[in-house]
């Protein structure tokens, strides 16, 4: 079993993860950190299936949470899952333009400008959907092979996708019009031409933005467009994020990198799954501060220090 | 049989402890002494001793009722001596507490900088790799003057070749002009000639 997607409910008790049969597993976060956890609390309160295929992306907004798959978006209340009521409260599906097959939902992320879910998909396009109305707003094309991850330049109001061809594209929200497109791969510095050019996690925090994938995990200053560090990290990174002064990345190889913004590679924490797929950092709450990884295995290993390893919840 | 080992019992302790214990024991034994020396009726030497020996109990009785006295004080005091340093304890861990959540934000200060340093570093070190303004800026002088100069050069060079045609052309219509005469006169010459050879045939 995989678990791709992590996610923590808005009033940061919860955890929820999906794996690669398309079951949602929901984690009391409280239960397993207070003083009398017992083996018990570090399994699921709740799983039940919620879509046919792997979910591969989970967001959770004020109330809702939103889960990805196989070509569908489906929205549940939190509230109603804490009660362990599985109704999902709708489904949708962006209009894709071939019927044939449906192409997977790799990347969700919430613009929270115009409220609006921007949702990457395996159609090399990115379907714009607000949350107002339901309905489907926009479609930004531009990328030649399907889009990976999607993030949102808060600041400016602008999307960032990276894909399978080796771009990172940056849209302007509002007209859809792409105004970067940067190839990662045609940079010396970062090309792994012996892991291809496919971009997997771009993550951004407005002024710099994180890109990897074939190319090695590099920090690209936004308003140059041009690489100033590059990470010396083997294998593909799947996720990154930013966090105080500190970079932390997952991807091939059981452990947690932590790197400081000049390149350099500060320390690998061991976990327990033999490649990690996603990490979450828990920051709706302040009592229940934690970051979680999940990765090829059913463990899901919550940190409570970011040095160490503290206990695993297991699917 | 149990009742009467009772009765044994109960005679025995009353016997023995009959009094209570310790100075309670002192004061009723003070007491029935009293009584019995009140109404004694033996000599009275017996009666001087019985009274000094009560006097002796009567000062053991003060004697410990002031030792008790002062072990009470020294409660009291102590009592007051833990209560202040019970009350230095908690003001010292509220001031380790605020301590605590100085230093907390000390913390996330100080990595904010860290964090703004090395992005300038980062950013320094690519700006570093783009050659120095000033010599750029001289390169593009020195690069401008050329051009200044090469420009001037043509347009000199421009204007000699202008002037050149210029002579040439005048050159080349005055030679026009010097053959064209040259023809009409030798032209003008041959008619002339022709004309006096057929007037000379026709004499």
């Known amino acids: 079993m995989s678990v791709f997607s992590l996610s923590y409910s808005p009033c940061g008790r919860f955890l929820a993860a999906g794996n690669n049969y398309g079951e949602i597993a929901l984690f009391s976060l409280s239960a397993a950190l207070s003083p009398d956890a017992t083996s018990q609390s570090q399994k699921p309160v709740l799983t039940f299936t919620a879509h046919e295929g792997p979910i591969f992306s989970l967001i959770s907004t004020d109330c809702h949470l939103l889960s990805a798959g196989n070509g569908e978006i489906s929205a549940w209340s939190w509230t109603e899952l804490i009660k362990k009521n599985v109704k999902p409260l709708w489904t949708r599906r962006p209009n894709y333009k071939s019927s044939l097959e449906i192409p997977e939902i790799n990347s969700m992320i919430i613009n929270p400008r115009d409220n609006s879910l921007v949702v990457g998909a395996g159609d090399n396009n990115i379907h714009i959907l607000d949350m107002e109305h339901g309905e489907f707003k926009s479609v930004l094309q531009g990328h030649s092979d399907y889009v990976h991850c999607v993030s949102v330049r808060e600041r400016e109001g602008e999307i960032l996708s990276g894909g399978e061809d080796g771009a990172v594209r940056i849209w302007d929200s509002r007209t859809g019009q792409s105004v970067h497109c940067i190839e990662v791969y045609k940079y010396e510095d970062c090309a792994r031409p012996q892991y291809g050019k496919w971009i997997s996690c771009v993550t951004t925090d407005s002024d710099w933005m994180l890109c990897s994938g074939g190319p090695a995990l590099s920090l690209w200053h936004l308003r140059s467009l041009s690489p100033t560090s590059v990470f010396p990290l083997t294998g593909c990174q799947r996720q990154a994020t930013f966090y105080q002064d500190k970079i932390l990345a997952v991807g091939e190889g059981p452990y947690v990198s932590h790197c400081l913004l000049g390149g350099k590679v500060k320390a690998e924490i061991p976990c327990t799954s033999q490649s990690l797929n996603t990490l979450q950092l828990n920051t709706n709450s302040t009592e229940h501060r934690v970051l979680t990884v999940g990765g090829s295995s059913d463990h899901i290993d919550v940190f409570t220090n970011l040095s160490y390893k503290a206990f695993s919840l297991s699917f | 049989m149990g009742a009467v080992t009772d009765d044994e019992v109960i005679r025995k302790r009353l016997l023995i402890d009959g009094d209570g214990a310790g100075d309670d024991r002192r004061i009723n034994v003070l007491l029935k002494s009293f009584t019995k020396w009140c109404n004694s009726s033996g000599t009275p030497e017996e009666g001087f001793t019985q009274y000094q020996r009560m006097l002796g109990t009567l000062s053991?009785?003060?004697?410990?009722?002031?030792?008790?006295?002062?072990?009470?004080?020294?409660?009291?005091?102590?009592?007051?001596?833990?209560?202040?340093?019970y009350t230095n304890i908690e003001q010292s861990i509220t001031s380790a507490h605020e301590k605590i959540a100085e230093c907390k934000k000390e913390i996330q200060r100080a990595k904010r900088i860290r964090k703004?340093?090395?992005?300038?570093?980062?950013?320094?070190?690519?700006?570093?790799?783009?050659?120095?303004r000033h010599e750029t800026l001289k390169q593009l002088e020195a690069l401008d003057k050329e051009l200044q100069q090469l420009s001037h050069i043509k347009e000199s060079v421009e204007a000699k070749l202008e002037l050149r045609k210029k002579q040439f052309h005048v050159l080349l219509s005055t030679i026009q002009e010097l053959q064209q005469t040259l023809e009409n006169d030798e032209k003008s010459d041959n008619d002339d000639i022709s004309q006096e050879s057929p007037a000379e045939n026709g004499d």
């Open chain 2, 60 to 85: 053991q009785c003060e004697f410990s009722m002031g030792k008790t006295l002062m072990v009470y004080d020294m409660n009291l005091r102590e009592m007051e001596n833990y209560e202040k340093i």
């Open chain 2, 116 to 132: 703004n340093r090395q992005e300038y570093d980062a950013l320094a070190k690519v700006i570093q790799q783009h050659p120095d």
